[in-house]
């Protein structure tokens, strides 16, 4: 299974994936941050802030070619927001699985 998109990659980056390293390095640090965020937000029973921090997440992934990422951030936003607790620790290791994918593919050979 393949966890990213590599014409989303090349098209963002202009063909020149090597030059997204830093962004998808801030990505990945803002990710970390935004899921735990959620999750201290389910435990609580804030669902309309895990579902901002799912949204958030949604984008960015999406502008970045991590399209399994972006895909479980777009189906635990909907269950969110239609009242149900989803499984983010799924998302998170997706999440890294992602960006290790990208990363490898955007490393210069």
């Known amino acids: 299974m393949t966890f990213i998109d590599k ?4 098209s963002v980056s202009g063909g020149e994936p090597e030059l ?15 899921i735990s965020e959620a999750i201290g937000f389910t435990n609580s029973g804030q669902l309309a802030a895990v579902a901002d921090r799912l949204h958030q997440l949604k984008g960015s992934s999406g502008t970045l070619g991590l399209t399994a990422f ?6 635990a936003e909907a269950a969110t927001l239609s009242g149900a607790n ?11 699985a ?3 994918e990208a990363t490898a593919y955007m490393r210069p050979e």
């Open 20 to 34: 997204l390293l830093p962004i998808l390095e801030d990505f990945a640090s803002s990710a970390e941050t935004l």
């Open 98 to 100: 992602s960006v290790e």
């Open 70 to 75: 972006y895909q479980a951030c777009k189906i």
């Open 86 to 96: 989803p499984d983010l620790s799924s998302v998170n290791s997706l999440m890294m």
């Open 7 to 10: 014409s989303q990659i090349n």
